[in-house]
C-alpha cells in the first residue's frame, strides 16, 4: 500500500517561503497526477496545487502566482515551493493522488505568523 510523507513545513513570517516534500512509496507514482492539499482549523481540505503525470501544473487562485508545484519520478517526490506566503496559507498540508488513491499521511503543519 501506498505511504505517503510530508515535510518542510514551519513558522514563517509574512512574505516568507518554503519547500515542501511528499515523499511517496510505490512504483505507481509516476504514472498518477498528484496534488497538495491544505486543511485549515475548521475548514475543509482543499485541492491549492496539481501536477498530471506528464508535468502540466494547475493551482488554486488562492495561490496562483505563489506556489510551485513540481515532481521527481525518480524519487517519488513531490514538491511545492511557496513564497510570499500569506497568514490565510496557515494549514496543515497533505499531499496525495488525484483522485485520492492513498491513505492520508500526516501532514505538515505551516503557520505563517509574524
Known amino acids: 500500500q501506498v505511504q505517503l510523507v510530508e515535510s518542510g513545513g514551519g513558522l514563517v513570517q509574512p512574505g516568507g517561503s518554503l519547500r515542501l516534500s511528499c515523499a511517496a512509496s510505490?512504483?505507481?507514482?509516476?504514472?498518477?497526477?498528484e496534488g497538495w492539499y491544505r486543511q485549515a482549523p475548521g475548514k475543509q481540505r482543499e485541492l491549492v496545487a496539481v501536477?498530471?503525470?506528464?508535468?502540466?501544473?494547475n493551482y488554486a487562485d488562492s495561490v496562483k502566482g505563489r506556489f510551485t508545484i513540481s515532481r521527481d519520478n525518480a524519487k517519488n517526490t513531490v514538491y511545492l515551493q511557496m513564497n510570499s506566503l500569506k497568514p490565510e496559507d496557515t494549514a496543515v498540508y497533505y499531499c496525495?493522488?488525484?483522485?485520492?488513491?492513498?491513505?492520508w499521511g500526516q501532514g505538515t503543519q505551516v503557520t505563517v505568523s509574524s
Open positions: 496525495n493522488a488525484i483522485p485520492v488513491a492513498a491513505p
Open positions: 510505490g512504483s505507481i507514482f509516476s504514472i498518477r497526477n
Open positions: 501536477i498530471t503525470s506528464g508535468g502540466r501544473t
